[in-house]
């Protein structure tokens, strides 16, 4: 590709024949770059991280210059594109737009506002005012960094993750190892940036905070006369940078150098990827390199590129200087290393723009304006935050176009940043994605969700490889998927076996359907063949029992402790869920399907016990036998399976203890309980609600709210299966949701709290608000806006009560069931 000059880079040179060099401005104030003698460095320079710098006597007289400089630059943008499109072709690139920003005559003020809420103790977030910010359910803090990895935190945006601190960093469908040997590719971080200072009295404070209300990680050092704030964060738009940002103020009237020493923990080599590091040029890095072994034999060598600031030994404050900005920007890329280059190179621009930093933070807050739950007790609201925010950072960021897009490969139970060697389940893809992490993210960002449906659609041809190796019809998927679509499971039993995977896939694909009626990914991005593939799969797999019922032979169920079983109750359920699956998305699309996967379907015959009223988890199970983890629960939520109260609660009860004795693993994955949970309380049974509830809270680890796989700290770190079946005890449990033919809500206040709200709930494109208190809830519909025709929608509560939903308007009722419908369907 080449790259062109925009109008802002004609413009940065205008203003340097005037003498102001604006390459790299403070925050409202004039700017100069700073170009002196260092004599810690290489050559006296510091290279190309940003600096921003102000005098304490420069202002005012800056200040008319840049106002000059201002409408110099209006009058020469009258043809700039200011759209934030990034679409490329041959010929030219169309870069992020320049932003104009106000000359302020306190720059200190300008730059450290967004740190002061911190230290004044007042945060805003999510519509609420909090006194502090340890009231603040979005930030979290600590005076000393966890030496544990299991509560580290990380910073992602999708497209690449690190863990703070560490020395990797993880790209998304980027992975190395042939087969089952296949895990995420280690890229060597060239953003692990630890600062300190150089004369550090005693005195000297620490403050590590992980705001992930602006997705960001901040260390502040604070003494008497300085402040240091270091953050770190993935950039949610220019979603290929990794970006550090130094700041060093004054916070008293003392003038002397202040230098701040810079340590990167970046191990020089990888074992998955041969990277070369190419010649330094003007103090821009970059190496690249190609994996070492192809996951499969269809998949080529993959490239990772990178670009990133060369990073000094120390960074100063000098004499008479009030504060100054350092900036160090980490690019990757594993499509081209033009495409690396090109985001560091937009990187650079933002930064000049003083755009960097706001353009995140701002994308951060869009995401959380359109989804996010409060509720008035602070314990919990952290939970939330933190597990959306953690979901989130494995996600791709919203509304991406052009060269900001990227295919997305899946989300592993561990997240981005983690997966690496034999650890975390090497950033394998399992029914983690479909059955724990998706459903809270289908509530509020569909696209998201599709973005994981496509995960799936992207590797069709392979799973119709796999089924016809195993001697199948149709589309099968792996226990364990990566970057190729094949089978990576290390266990070849489990690989063998558990195959329910199939039918999560399908159960997931119903719930966005009715979601979102998005028949655009049913007809134009595969997600029809999807449904057919894994019905005809099925169809292909079960075996006729007897002249009306049919079965699955020799599966594993999600209850791993039990492999080559027949029947599992789990298992013939989501293959039922998959034979009626197409036949409901043909009545949509006005076409047809083969009758006989959907008459298989309805004969699909579901494990009973009708003496003792309850599901075996598979044929021939003995009651008190240990399981793993919830299996034949899940019958009740998620699938919603038809059943009489007094089944659903026997079926509870035997799983969880019988005779005395544990049935279901009290140290199985964070998960089960979430399970336990919504059935309770969709049984209005509270006490046993609450009791296993209370259970969830061990796999958290404080202080940055990272997840155990397990209650006693071992298993996957970060383990974003658990923080799934969280969010779902509190939207689907709590908040009573159920996805069927419309949208059905119960609304329970969750323990210790008065106000339950949701926001920005996305059904049928439109954005709901719900409000729920002791005796009340309120519905308003605040956006309908996603797509050109908008269904009319009705809440129904009863027969004889019901309102039609009008945008702006909120609709309060007693706290009881309900439901949100299409008009028409009523």
């Known amino acids: 590709m080449k790259l062109i000059k925009s109008n802002d880079e004609k413009n940065i040179k205008t203003s340097q024949s005037l003498g102001l060099g604006l390459e790299n401005p403070p925050p409202s104030a004039s700017r100069r770059v700073v170009k002196e003698t260092n004599p810690r460095l290489p050559g006296g320079r510091y290279g190309q991280f940003q600096v921003y710098e102000i005098g304490l006597l420069q202002v005012a007289g800056a200040a008319l210059v840049l106002l000059f400089f201002v409408l110099l630059n209006i009058l020469l943008s009258s043809s700039m594109n200011t759209e934030l499109i990034v679409e490329n072709t041959d010929d030219y690139a169309i870069t992020i737009p320049k932003v104009f920003f106000e000359v302020s005559n306190n720059y200190q003020q300008s730059v450290m506002k967004w740190q002061d809420q911190y230290s004044r103790g007042v945060c805003l977030f999510a519509g609420h005012r909090y006194k502090s910010s340890a009231d603040d359910p979005s930030v979290f803090s600590s005076t000393v960094f966890p030496s544990n990895s299991k509560q580290q935190p990380s910073v992602g945006n999708g497209y690449l993750a690190t863990v703070i601190y560490s020395n990797t960093v993880y790209v998304n469908g980027l992975y190395n190892g042939k087969g089952t040997s296949s895990h995420r590719a280690r ?133 008479d200087v009030s504060a100054r900005q350092y900036n160090f920007i980490t690019s990757i890329s594993k499509t081209s290393g033009d495409e690396a280059y090109y985001f560091y190179t937009e990187g650079l621009k933002m930064t000049a723009n003083n755009e960097l930093y706001q353009n995140h933070v701002a994308a951060w807050e869009t995401k959380w304006r359109n989804g996010h739950i409060d509720i008035d007790n602070v314990y919990l609201s952290r939970i939330i935050y933190s597990t959306m925010y953690y979901i989130l950072s494995s996600l791709p960021p919203l509304n991406t176009t052009g060269r900001l897009d990227f295919p997305f490969y899946g989300l592993a139970p561990g997240g981005l940043a983690n997966g690496g060697g034999n650890q975390d389940y090497m950033g394998h893809v399992f029914w983690d994605q479909e059955t724990w992490m998706y459903p809270p993210i289908l509530l509020f960002h569909p696209n998201l969700a599709k973005s994981m449906l496509s995960s799936r659609t992207r590797h069709i041809d392979a799973a119709r490889n796999i089924a016809k190796c195993n001697g199948y019809n149709g589309t099968m998927y792996p226990w364990e998927m990566a970057y190729s679509g094949y089978d990576v499971c290390p266990d070849r039993t489990v690989g063998k076996f558990e195959q329910h995977v199939n039918g999560d896939i399908a159960y997931a694909l119903q719930q966005y359907v009715r979601m979102t009626e998005d028949v655009q990914f049913l007809l134009e991005e595969n997600g029809f063949d999807l449904a057919k593939g894994l019905a005809e799969f099925w169809y292909s797999r079960v075996y006729n029992i007897s002249m009306t019922k049919y079965g699955v032979m020799g599966v594993m169920p999600p209850d791993e402790y039990h492999e080559n079983v027949n029947n599992s109750v789990y298992t013939n359920m989501v293959a039922k869920i998959s034979l009626l699956l197409p036949k409901q998305l043909a009545q949509m699309l006005n076409t047809s399907v083969p009758e006989c996967w959907s008459d298989v379907g309805n004969q699909m015959y579901i494990p009973y016990d009708s003496s003792l009223k309850y599901h075996p988890e598979y044929d021939g199970y003995q009651l008190g036998t240990v399981v793993k983890q919830a299996d034949a629960i899940l019958l009740q939520f998620p699938l919603m399976y038809d059943m009489p109260d007094d089944v659903q609660v026997n079926d509870l009860l035997l799983y969880e203890t019988y005779k005395g004795k544990p049935v279901t693993n009290p140290d199985g994955p964070a998960m089960t309980w979430a399970m336990f949970t919504i059935n309770w309380l969709k049984l209005k049974n509270f006490t046993k609600a609450y009791d296993v509830f209370n259970k969830t809270f061990a796999n958290i680890q404080e202080p940055f709210m990272t997840w155990t796989e397990n209650p006693d700290g071992t298993g996957a770190v970060n383990f974003q299966t658990g923080m799934g079946g969280f969010l779902q005890t509190i939207t689907f449990g709590f908040g009573g949701i159920r996805i069927k033919s419309c949208l059905e809500f119960d609304f329970v206040l969750p323990p210790k709290s008065t106000t339950f709200n949701i926001t920005g709930l996305n ?54 069931p309900a439901r949100i419908c299409k008009k028409q369907n009523v």
């Open 187 to 319: 890229v060597p971080s060239t953003a692990a940036i630890t600062a300190s200072l150089q004369e550090s009295p005693v005195s000297a404070s620490h403050f590590y905070i992980l705001d992930v209300a602006k997705g960001v990680f901040v260390h502040q050092i604070t003494t008497g006369d300085v402040k240091v704030s270091h953050t770190t964060y993935a950039h949610q738009v220019l979603n290929r940078l990794l970006v550090n940002q130094i700041i060093i103020s004054r916070t008293s009237n003392k003038s002397d150098e202040v230098t701040v020493k810079l340590d990167t923990n970046s191990l020089p080599n990888s074992t998955d990827i041969n990277f070369k590091e190419n010649p330094l040029k003007d103090n821009i890095r970059s190496m690249q390199g190609g994996i070492i072994v192809p996951e499969h034999d269809s998949t080529q060598v993959v490239t990772a590129y990178v670009y990133w600031t060369d990073v000094p030994s120390c960074i100063t404050l000098p004499k």
């Open 763 to 816: 059904y049928l494109s439109s954005s709901l608000n719900f409000v729920a208190r002791e005796t009340s809830l309120s519905i308003t519909l605040t956006e309908d806006n996603y797509r050109s025709i908008i269904p009319s929608l009705q809440l129904i509560v009863s027969k004889t009560e019901t309102y039609d939903l009008k945008l702006g308007k909120t609709v309060k009722i007693a706290r009881v």
